[in-house]
């Protein structure tokens, strides 16, 4: 049985199905993290509310081991496929043209913006999650104040800059990777191809946008 | 034909004595080309130039010349089968260039296709797939009924689309990832789209991806790239169709994939 497995694991097209499956979780990982974000716009309390909420409760141990794993499937599956297709052809072109027809920038550039993306998740894990504590009350607890990490954290420039153009890089990422996670898993059909692909974009620019707003607002917030 | 309209070419070619030579692009220089005659002519006319040179000529590939047996390859100025989109370099005319053009003609690169000599690759390995799964079993005997076997009207018509693949290589030589999934995909769907292809639809396609994978081709990354530069216009929905019947066969198959 187990061998079974690992003979199934090693195919190209399981690897890639592991790959559409780890990345559409992911998707849904941005989508709640989003949706945690927008609480900022309804103001401290509601936010410095929800990260207490979220990191007071012992299952969150057993979600940050879960996604944890998600994330290092995803990246590690993504060298390991990178590799193989880099070993594919050995000796490279003279010359090698794109027909214009097939390959798109967010397509032929996965491979960076996701290693992009990699850093950004370090620098960002260290920057908020491990970043520096304050502390608040809210209806007489003691919670700590995450809101103005991030406020603060967002009052450079530069900061607010990386951020930005990670996010870009996100929604580049996702733009081509949402579509393919179905392409791989074997979903084709006239009838919702087209619309497949239009989601796949909307999705990238909801998200993309959607995670850009926030340092923009904190940093025209000031220290407030 | 008034000479006036003969060209006069750039070319760059890749030059190999073998296998085992590393190889080096050569520049030549052809006068004379009639923008009437094809890719392979043009080639030809090269060689009769080098040959009363005393050079060694240039080896390519090239049978039918057609467009319909898949023999021909060559890289066209980074592109498979050239510039022009759904022909093969045989039916690639040089009207399509320019006097004064300098044109780079490469061999199809890949781990899995070895290039033999010059412009001469072996791509065997795609024989070895369908050696892997990409048959039917049939009775011999007495012919069967016309149309015994119903079959949807638009099954058919996939089956039929799948079935232009002429397997020229094209798909892994402009795949970046020089992967053969358009390839195996169509003649996976050939043969799954239809009635009698079922008996070994899941061993089919388990195997041949196995092969592939055996052959040291590359993982897609679902860019299309095939699709574009494919002389027959296959469909990457083959490759989803492919993706999930391999799912599908590794749930409910009994039988493992080999190779």
């Known amino acids: 049985m187990a061998s079974k497995l690992c003979t199934y694991l090693k195919a190209s097209v399981v690897k890639k199905q592991v790959m559409a499956v780890t990345g559409l979780l992911l998707c849904g990982f941005l989508v709640s993290h989003l949706i945690g974000n927008c609480l900022i716009y309804v103001g401290s309390d509601a936010f410095n509310t929800y990260a207490h909420a979220l990191t007071s409760n012992k299952l969150i141990y057993v979600a940050e081991a879960i996604l944890a794993a998600i994330f290092f499937t995803h990246i590690g599956l993504a060298i390991k496929l990178t590799v193989e297709n880099k070993k594919a052809r050995p000796v490279q072109y003279y010359m090698k043209q794109k027909t214009g027809r097939g390959a798109t920038f967010a397509s032929s550039t996965m491979p960076y913006t996701g290693m992009l993306i990699l850093v950004f998740l370090i620098i960002h894990l260290i920057n908020f999650k491990f970043g520096p504590v304050y502390m608040t009350q809210i209806d007489g607890i003691e919670v700590r104040d995450l809101h103005k990490t991030v406020v603060l954290y967002f009052q450079s420039p530069l900061n607010v800059l990386w951020y930005v153009i990670a996010m870009i890089a996100l929604g580049i990422h996702v733009s081509h990777g949402f579509w393919s996670a179905f392409q791989s898993l074997g979903f084709s059909h006239p009838k919702y191809n087209c619309g497949l692909k239009l989601i796949s974009k909307l999705f990238a620019v909801v998200i993309a946008l959607g995670y850009i707003a926030l340092p923009i607002y904190c940093y025209l917030l000031g220290g407030k | ?259």
């Open chain 2, 1 to 259: 034909m008034s000479s006036d309209n003969l060209m006069t070419l750039n070319l760059k070619i890749w030059r190999q004595q073998n296998s085992k030579d590393s190889g080096k692009i050569q520049d030549y220089v052809l006068e004379g080309v009639s923008p009437d005659s094809s890719f392979l002519e043009m080639l030809d006319q090269l060689n009769e130039k080098l040959i009363a040179e005393g050079i060694d000529p240039v080896s390519f590939d090239h049978d039918c010349r057609e467009g319909i047996c898949g023999m021909c390859s060559l890289m066209i100025n980074g592109q498979a089968h050239g510039p022009e989109r759904e022909t093969t370099t045989c039916q690639l005319h040089m009207r399509k260039f320019n006097d004064g053009d300098t044109v780079v003609i490469e061999p199809f690169r890949a781990r899995a296709f070895p290039v033999l000599k010059d412009l001469m690759v072996d791509r065997g390995a795609f024989d070895e797939i369908i050696a892997a799964g990409g048959f039917t079993n049939v009775n011999t005997g007495n012919a069967p009924d016309a149309n015994s076997i119903l079959i949807p009207q638009s099954d058919a018509e996939l089956a039929m689309d799948a079935a232009a693949c002429i397997g020229c290589g094209a798909c892994v030589a402009s795949c970046k990832n020089a992967s053969a999934m358009l390839f195996v995909s169509a003649k996976v769907s050939q043969l799954a789209l239809l009635p009698q292809g079922q008996v070994e639809a899941d061993q089919r396609v388990q195997n041949m991806v196995a092969k592939m994978d055996e052959l040291g081709f590359g993982n897609c990354t679902n860019e299309a790239e095939c699709e574009a530069s494919c002389p027959k216009g296959i469909s990457i929905s083959n490759i989803a169709r492919m993706n999930r019947d391999y799912l599908s066969a590794a749930v409910k198959s009994k039988a493992e994939p080999k190779a």
